[in-house]
């Protein structure tokens, strides 16, 4: 249509809008709702087409929209195959490119078994006024833009944009990278003591190369597949979509190790609270507010970073030769003011305020230090033992360590197992390679007879202590006997002896 075309347009436009006008005061209101419908269908009848834009910045603050985010990552599956003109970036690891439309491009997308189509056009609005900036050029608009026949407007507000939106989001939780949060830093910042820092999570373990039975480890997926498929039920239920996990044991035994698998399982990211650096309650409602969802938020040690009466001290002693020879993270006079309760309340209320899909993990070598407050059901969901290593953990790692599942030691090795408690850790130091000259069955030979070794010393170890102990034992006993009745006759005889003096 050429301008004359588009002028002549316009003014039959206003002259119908100017009689409408005419036209409602004289009329009865339904007979001015007929016109507008009348005037509606007219105006489509020219021009069918409606549009959606949707911003890339929104709101007040200029946050990056959801929405925008997936419909890019949407149309970048779909306008590779379509688009004429593409721009390819590296992806965020630089493996491989990514492939999104260049702006302007535009590509058709058919739903509802074609019966539907629409158009996604990429547009870039430049500046109006070019001005000098250290910052990211915040005037430079980009948006998406779709169009579709106004016939098919329910379906697509109904159902294709759902589905654009779905797809999209899904396509980006899968190739986005895990992340490792933590709120400390070795820089004495404040800004670092309120926010989190993150780096990508690269950590491999994983369920596989977890040590333990295999009976507890199926529980243990079971539990969180659960979870993870659980939305609606918790909504059902009426509960936020949380659950948390006790993880104890001794040092050594897989704690650390467990999360990042649970982790690489639901590929969550990590929250590292380290609470002795959280200043008091409102930093931690601050910190905790600022999770997303898909998370797992650890609290390691939790006996020794929240002392029960609200004061804390242990995990500074435990501290304090890492803290001599670094400075401190906090002043003396500023320490950490966290208690049971802010934490507690945290975990009730404002968690479920605050979205869902989120899990909580704390850790201890000394479960029964907990408040049960704490751990009660509800709070920590699940308590799992993490314990010495048994046959069933050796063979997991014997397997990833050595590539083998059977061999001649294996027995002794079981034999001794059911006797002495050893770390995993310790199994695992074992059964690490140390050259790089010997064949494959020459290390498993090595590593085994090693292991063996380690455990006899062990089990030798062990016998000594307990001999002392008993040794201690008896020794006790026999002072308690030789004390015990006499002593008490000689005290209650003296006692008699001074009295009488006095008197
Ligand atoms: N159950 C296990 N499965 C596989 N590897 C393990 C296991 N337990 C320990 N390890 C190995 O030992 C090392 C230490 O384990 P991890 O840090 O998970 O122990 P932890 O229980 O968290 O100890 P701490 O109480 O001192 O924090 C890990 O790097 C891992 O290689
Ligand atoms: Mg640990």
Redesign the pocket.
Known sequence: MGAMGLAGLGSTLASLMFLFAVARQYFPFNLEDLLLRRLLKFTYRIYPYIHVSFPEFTGEHLKRSEAYSCIESYLISTSTSKARSLRAEFGKDSSNLVFSMEHSEEVTDDFDGGKVRVWWSSIKSEPQTPRFSFYPETQEHRFYKLTFHHRHRNTVIERYLKHVLESGKAALIKKRQRRLYTNVSHRDDEWRKLHWSHVTFERQASFD????HPDKKREIIEDLNAFKAGKEYYARIGKAWKRGYLLY?P????????IAAMAKYLDYDIYDLELTAVKDNSALRKLLIETTGKSIIVI?DIDCSLDLSGSRKKKEEKKEEEKKESPPEMPKEETSKVTLSGLLNFIDGLWSACGGERIIVF?T?YVEKLDPALIRRGRMDKHIE?SYCNFE?FM?FAKNYLGIEKHKLFEKIQCLLGEVQI???DV?ENLMTKTSSRGVEEDANACLEGLIQTLEKAKEDATIRALEKAKEDVIASKEEVEVGPNMEERKSGELCKKEKVSD
Not at 209 to 212: E, G, K, L, Q, R
Request: glycine share 18%; aromatic share 0%.
């Open positions: 190369t977890v040590a333990m044991g040092p050594g035994t897989g704690k650390s190790t467990m390691e850790t070598n993490l953990g997991v770390t995993p850790a695992a």
